[in-house]
């Protein structure tokens, strides 16, 4: 395995001014011609990049080229400098198998709809390209085919049965291409520009889906209106295609005017999607389409400046969120989901930066780190700069870049020229690995309030040392009868340790610390359990009043899990936060659902103790159990009340009312034995709270008749047999869902080579933390077993679910070397590819 390093990169020497492309489509023998022109900009030889290609042939200016220049084993063509005029026309004619390709990286067959995934590096599977992010041009295709629909990137130049011609003018790199071929039908609609241009706009989906493909044309309407209000943009072609694929290694793709999605991220009606799902369809539909200009218009120079727009278009995405729907909910489930991914991939073997500088197969590296840390960095500046700052350096950063492929560095100069801000330290961010821990203690005297902050980040692999970093701390002050008495003040942290002093004040405060959740830290304070629940019932941000209610949890869970104390404070402050539960059900629901057991985990091993899955999920069991019984009353009362009367929408409110009662349900049926979830998985119109009961009665054991009449209902729907894939292991009691696993991975309903549905049920299991940690080793050779087996037929989806091991060593001696043994399998498995060994070497180092 070669490691590619960014201190390697060069320029190349080309310039490609155009790109012909002529597709004669067969699923075993499709054909495909190209004519690439090239302009030298530099000395050297032409290095091209081509992997599984049947060469036919090739040609520069007409004159035929020896296949001999192929070197094969690295996957190039080199072309000799000395055999090249200045400018020239490359062609050469390859054969390609989308039958074959189960990697569904290139060009491939999904449910008999050819189409394409070409990032990171899938075009050089179609043809021999220079396959590189930095090498932009416009691109003509030709699509031959018996298919009925035919698209590819740009505008439509012509359109004939069994032959479609498209253009695309804007210069892009070959990882944007896409092309589409199939029986496919469209919902369409048009959006006007700011500028006045019309827009047609297509959502093509499977014949027969079309009835579920409304609020995905819906959310890209709102999308387009958002990036013109926001941020100025305006869409540039005349066309915008979105299609919906079964078979797709993630959730979906930005090709340039021919976005290709995962038909989960496309597809909902009320029936068959949870309000989760489509609050999932509007965000990806937004960030695909926000990738437009985060992306495409200005690219990446090479892939370790991935999160230059990854980072960014999350955080457009993030910001999408919160204006379509609430603020303060969307921060607090982000915040949620960097904890779990983002932070626990910083915390073991495969924390990497932001930024990284090595890389052995570059589709490891769209990772929570790369997304979700990119965001928060940039969530980081805007609240540096201000409001202001971040509007005026955006502008000049489109303004600046446009039609360019850009590093980081970029980035950060367009905010210092943009600010006059020096931000050299902050670059940090950008280059250093590891979570920092925030230290508080305060001091009190006479009216004075000195707080003293430390940080320290522990070495992450390959970064012993790590210099402190510019942290943005937003903080207020509560008196000790609730009342704010400093509103939200930024403190900026640039060194090891710094105090900052607050004087004046009448009685001693509490501080409400990282309001916002400011910076992507840990936080380490003494606070008592009064003063969570202080802050819990007054704080005026709802994330720090929603941590401080988290973190009483938390403590009252790890103390029983530990074998400490039972957690008395949670359940009094439970009490309140009941009783004021409607006037904000989403607030009140995001408190009631308990911390999960990775989390817990993960914060027990921050403290240095060793997590025990049986005793975290005992703990929860038991403090949701007292939960329930000490508030039945309030809780059914509210889960009556939280009904939902009328047609189903899948807006912010609705869907508030609906987490509040399935959080009630979840604690009610704990102890009513599943009586009300049965009621409900009867009743329930919706999938929302469909699915709720079921996972409801899954964990309480009672789900039997509820599962069959489910897969009855929807056993011609794939999507929604993957939730029924997934809920089971998931939600089944630890001690038996290896062996449920095991059942429903038997043939012939598991189509185990389609990635949703494997990762529904082989996701569903590491999701279930005693489950998958289960002292007898069970859970991992489970995993392994079919990692092993996925591994030969599609590499990018298998090394992507290889991160459920990252967090092994921190677990007991007994499950270390049960999960030792399960990887050591994995790695030492004949023909393991890159993507995989790759990710278990790291995980094992
Ligand atoms: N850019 C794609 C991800 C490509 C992943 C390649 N392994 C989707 C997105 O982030 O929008
Ligand atoms: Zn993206």
Redesign the pocket.
């Known amino acids: 395995t070669v490691t590619q390093y960014l201190a390697d990169w060069r320029p190349y020497p080309f310039e490609v001014t155009q790109t012909r492309l002529e597709f004669d489509l067969a699923p075993r023998t499709t054909r495909v011609r190209s004519q690439i022109g090239f302009r030298r900009k530099d000395t050297g030889d032409l290095v091209l990049d081509g992997a599984g290609l049947k060469t036919l042939s090739l040609a520069i200016d007409g004159r035929s080229l020896d296949l001999g220049l192929i070197r094969a084993d690295q996957e190039k063509l080199v072309i000799p400098a000395a055999d090249l005029p200045e400018s020239f026309t490359f062609e050469a004619e390859v054969e390609i198998d989308p039958e074959a390709n189960t990697a569904l990286e290139g060009l491939y067959l999904s449910g008999g709809i050819f189409c394409t ?1 070409c ?2 590096e899938g075009f050089r599977h179609i043809t021999w390209y220079p396959d590189r992010p930095d090498v932009m041009a416009p691109f003509h295709v030709t699509i031959r085919s018996d298919k009925p629909v035919l698209l590819s990137n740009g505008n439509p130049m012509s359109n004939t049965t069994k032959e479609a011609v498209w253009h695309d003018p804007w210069p892009k790199p070959a990882y944007l291409f896409a092309l589409v071929a199939g029986d496919l039908v469209a919902i369409s609609d048009s959006f006007t520009t700011m500028s006045g241009r019309k827009v047609a706009l297509n959502v093509w989906v499977r014949p027969g889906d079309q009835d579920r493909a409304g609020y995905a044309m819906e959310s890209l309407i709102r999308s387009m209106k958002w990036d013109e209000e926001a941020y100025g943009r305006e869409y540039d072609l005349d066309v915008f295609n979105i299609v919906a694929v079964d078979d797709f ?6 090709n340039k005017g021919l976005n290709i999605f995962n038909s989960k991220l496309v597809l909902a009606s009320a029936e068959t999607a949870t309000d989760g799902d489509y609050e999932r369809i509007e965000g990806v539909i937004g ?2 389409y926000f ?1 437009n200009w985060t ?1 495409n218009r200005i690219t990446c120079r090479d892939w370790f400046q991935l999160c230059l ?2 980072g960014l ?1 999350v955080f457009r995405d993030q910001q999408f969120t919160s204006d379509m729907r609430s603020a303060a909910v969307k921060r607090i489930h982000d915040v949620q989901t960097l904890r779990a991914r983002q932070f626990r991939e910083d915390a073991g073997p495969l924390a990497h930066p932001p930024c990284p500088d090595h890389y052995q197969e570059i ?1 490891n590296f ?1 990772t929570a780190t790369v ?1 979700e840390k990119g965001a928060e960095v940039i969530g980081m500046l805007k609240r540096l700069v201000g409001e202001a700052g971040y509007r005026k350096a955006l502008d000049l950063y489109f303004d600046r870049h446009d039609g360019q492929a850009c590093t980081i560095e970029d980035w950060i100069t367009v905010f210092e020229d943009a600010t006059g801000r020096d931000l050299t330290r902050f670059k940090r961010w950008y280059t250093d690995a590891g979570t920092p821990r925030l230290s508080l203690s305060e001091e009190w005297r006479d009216g004075t309030l000195t707080l003293n902050f430390r940080q320290e980040t522990v070495p992450t692999p390959g970064q012993p040392d790590k210099p402190p970093r510019v942290i943005p701390i937003a903080l207020g002050l509560i008196g000790p009868n609730g009342d704010e008495v400093l509103p939200t003040t930024m403190l900026e942290m640039t060194w090891a340790e710094q105090s900052f002093r607050f004087d004046g004040l009448g009685a001693r405060p509490v501080v409400s610390l990282l309001r916002g959740f400011s910076a992507p830290v840990t936080v380490s304070r003494e606070i008592t359990a009064d003063e969570q629940a202080l802050l819990l019932a007054h704080d005026t941000d709802p994330y720090a009043r929603w941590q401080a209610g988290h973190d009483l949890a938390l403590d009252a869970l790890i103390a029983r899990a530990t074998g400490v104390t039972d957690g008395a404070e949670f359940r009094h402050a439970i009490g309140g936060l009941l009783a004021d539960a409607e006037s904000d059900p989403a607030f009140a629901a995001l408190c009631l659902w308990l911390p999960g057991e990775e989390e817990i985990a993960t914060t027990i091993a921050t403290r240095g103790l060793t997590p025990d899955p049986d005793a975290i999920h005992a703990a929860r069991e038991a403090l949701a159990r007292d939960i329930a019984s000490a508030h039945e009353q309030a809780l059914a009362r509210l889960y009556d009340a939280m009904d939902n009367p009328g047609p189903y929408r899948p807006d912010a409110e609705g869907g508030a009312r609906r987490s509040l009662r399935l959080a009630c349900l979840g604690l009610l049926s704990r102890i009513d034995a599943g009586k009300r979830a049965g009621t409900l998985f009867g009743a329930a119109s919706n999938m929302t709270e469909r699915q709720g009961a079921l996972e409801c009665l899954i964990a309480t054991g009672k789900d039997g008749d509820a599962l069959v009449a489910f897969a009855q209902e929807f056993g011609s729907n794939r999507l929604v047999m993957d939730k029924w894939f997934m809920v089971q292991p998931l939600r089944t009691a630890p001690g038996l869902a290896v062996a449920r696993a095991r059942e429903l991975a038997a043939p012939p309903d598991f189509d185990w080579k389609n990635p949703n549905r494997f990762r529904a049920l082989i996701g569903g299991l590491t999701g279930n933390h005693a489950a998958f940690h289960a002292a007898d080793g069970s859970g991992y050779g489970f995993v392994v077993d079919w990692l092993m087996r996925l591994d030969p037929v599609n590499p ?1 989806t298998t090394a992507r679910m290889c991160s459920a091991f990252e967090t092994w060593t921190r677990y007991d001696a007994g499950r270390q070397a049960h999960a030792r043994a399960a990887l050591s399998r994995l790695a030492a498995m004949p023909g393991l590819s890159r993507n995989t060994a790759e990710m278990v070497t790291r995980i094992l180092a």
């Open positions: 995934q990032e990171a290694n993630m959730g979906a793709m930005e960030h695909e990738h992306g727009k990854e278009t589709n769209y997304y990018q």
